[in-house]
């Protein structure tokens, strides 16, 4: 079992930064990879970015604007995510693959982006 944490949502001006973070805790030496998914109303999940050694996934709307890593000695992923726009707007679900190939996530942290 891995019980993941996230934090650092919030509501932000167009433009503006948040830095989320995910404290992973359990049986964290089976992680493979960790990242980060996110869900506006009405839409479905997606990928934002994920990271696994040596490898990192961006999803193309955020490519140059959020930088994710992970500190593997704590077992936390993080997301920094620079000129938000509107449609940044979406809950941010922190997860953690295993190397068996199941996924655990995290309970969410919402973070909107208006003026």
């Known amino acids: 079992q891995v019980q993941l944490v996230e934090s650092g949502g919030d509501l932000v001006q167009p433009g503006g930064s948040l830095r989320l973070s995910c404290a992973a805790s359990g049986s964290t030496v089976s992680i493979y990879r960790m990242g980060w998914h996110r869900q506006a109303p009405g839409k479905q999940r997606e990928l934002v970015a994920v990271?696994?050694?040596?490898?990192?996934t961006y999803q193309e709307s955020v490519k140059g604007r959020f930088t994710i890593s992970r500190d593997g000695a704590k077992n936390t992923v993080s997301l920094q995510m620079n000129s938000l726009k509107p449609e940044d707007t979406a809950v941010y679900y922190c997860?953690?693959?295993?190397?068996?190939?199941?996924?655990?996530w995290g309970q969410g942290t919402q973070v909107t982006v208006s003026s």
């Open positions: 997860y953690a693959q295993m190397r068996a190939g199941y996924s655990y």
């Open positions: 990271i696994s050694d040596g490898s990192i």
